[in-house]
């Protein structure tokens, strides 16, 4: 299985960020499989963002529920996030993942990370 995240590497305040995972070597929609969006901040630890479950419906952190959107396109097997209003705290290192432990699905493999920087 391998995920593969793209978008873009610079965007400005006040804009909306939109990320793809692109999955290969499972189908986003097998049973009970969970696809992840976390985040590094630099010199912070891992933020959990939100997910799509298998079937199509999501969970968002708290933190971010008010501006995040997940969704997923089973056609081309990949799944997306948008993050809106951006500030500059939203640059970090943004990772998709299979899996969430919170449904007892731990996380078995991950992307290799797409480094967003906000700013002017």
């Known amino acids: 299985v391998q995920l593969q995240e793209s978008g873009p590497g610079l965007v400005k305040p006040s804009q909306t960020l939109s990320l793809t995972c692109t999955v290969s070597?499972?189908?986003?929609?097998?049973?009970?499989?969970?696809w992840t969006w976390i985040r590094q901040p630099p010199g912070k630890g891992l933020e959990w963002i939100g997910y799509?479950?298998?079937?199509?419906?999501?969970r968002y952190s708290p933190f971010f529920r008010s501006r995040t959107s997940i969704s997923r396109d089973t056609s081309n097997n990949q799944f997306s996030l948008q993050l809106t209003s951006l500030t500059p705290e939203d640059t970090a290192v943004y990772y998709c993942?299979?899996?969430?432990?919170?449904?007892?699905?731990?996380?078995?493999?991950w992307g290799q990370g797409t480094q967003v920087t906000v700013s002017l």
């Open positions: 993942v299979r899996g969430a432990p919170i449904e007892g699905r731990e996380y078995d493999y």
């Open positions: 070597g499972a189908p986003i929609t097998s049973t009970n499989t969970y």
């Open positions: 799509i479950r298998y079937s199509g419906s999501t």
